[in-house]
């Protein structure tokens, strides 16, 4: 039973160290990713938006 619960600690220990890791280095990588994004972004134009002639909406 001791050695259960102390195999148990060692792997809930690492699975904690592993999800703060990965958290921060996730918390860092977002913020810069989105402004990258946001500077060069190019907008979709779809074929209604820059359409010279009135064409009917199919129903």
Known sequence: M???FSIL????GINILLLVFS???VSGNSKKNIH???Q???PKLYPEQYSKTAY???V
Request: charged share 20%.
């Open 2 to 4: 001791i050695t259960f």
């Open 9 to 12: 600690l060692v792997l809930l």
């Open 23 to 25: 958290l921060k280095g």
């Open 36 to 38: 990258k994004i946001s």
């Open 40 to 42: 060069n972004a190019v």
């Open 56 to 58: 009917k909406k199919a």
